[in-house]
C-alpha cells in the first residue's frame, strides 16, 4: 500500500518536473519580441491597409515580387511609395503607359490586373509602403 502510493507520487512528481522542464525550453527557445516591436513589424493602421495586404498575396503578386521578406526577393516592393506615385504604381501593376514598354511581354500578363476589383487596394498599399 505504501509502495503504490510512493510510486504515485513519485509518478505525479516526475510529470511535474517534466512540464517545468518543457516550459523553461521553450520560454528560453521563443524570440522575445523587441521592445519596439512596432518599428519591426507595424501593425496594420486601418482595415485598408488590411485589405491590400491581402490583395497583394491574393492577386499572387508574391509570386514575382516581395514585402518585408513575404514573397519572391527577386523584385522587392519595399518602399515603392518612396519611388512611385499612386499613377506610375498603377500602371506597374497592370502594365500600362510608359511601364508597358519597360515589361516587354510581361505587360500582357499584368493587364488581366487592370479588371481585377482589388485593384484599388493594392495600389493603396503599395502606396504606404515608404
Ligand atoms: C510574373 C511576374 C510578376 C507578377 C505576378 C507581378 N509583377 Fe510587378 N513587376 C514584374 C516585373 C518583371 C517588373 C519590372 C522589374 C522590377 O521592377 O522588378 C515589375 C514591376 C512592378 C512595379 C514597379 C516596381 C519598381 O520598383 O519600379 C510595381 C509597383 C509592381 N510590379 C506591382 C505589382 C503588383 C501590385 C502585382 C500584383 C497585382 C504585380 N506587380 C505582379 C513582374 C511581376
Known amino acids: 500500500m505504501l509502495r503504490e502510493t510512493r510510486a504515485r507520487w513519485l509518478a ?3 510529470a ?3 512540464v517545468a522542464h518543457a516550459a523553461l525550453f521553450a520560454w528560453l527557445h521563443n524570440p522575445r519580441l523587441p521592445a519596439d516591436a512596432d518599428a519591426v513589424a507595424p501593425a496594420a493602421d486601418s482595415a485598408a491597409d488590411e485589405a491590400g495586404r491581402r490583395a497583394f498575396a491574393e492577386m499572387n503578386c508574391t509570386m514575382c515580387h516581395s514585402i518585408a521578406g513575404q514573397g519572391n526577393p527577386a523584385s522587392r516592393l ?3 511609395g ?3 506615385d499612386r499613377e506610375a504604381i498603377r500602371a506597374w501593376t497592370v502594365g500600362d ?3 508597358r514598354e519597360a515589361l516587354g511581354g510581361m505587360a500582357q500578363m499584368k493587364s488581366r490586373y ?3 476589383p482589388r485593384l484599388d487596394a493594392v ?3 503599395l502606396a504606404r509602403q515608404r
Open 97 to 99: 503607359g510608359p511601364a
Open 82 to 84: 518612396g519611388r512611385l
Open 123 to 125: 495600389v493603396e498599399f
Open 12 to 14: 505525479a512528481a516526475t
Open 78 to 80: 519595399d518602399g515603392v
Open 16 to 18: 511535474v518536473v517534466v
Open 114 to 116: 487592370a479588371d481585377d
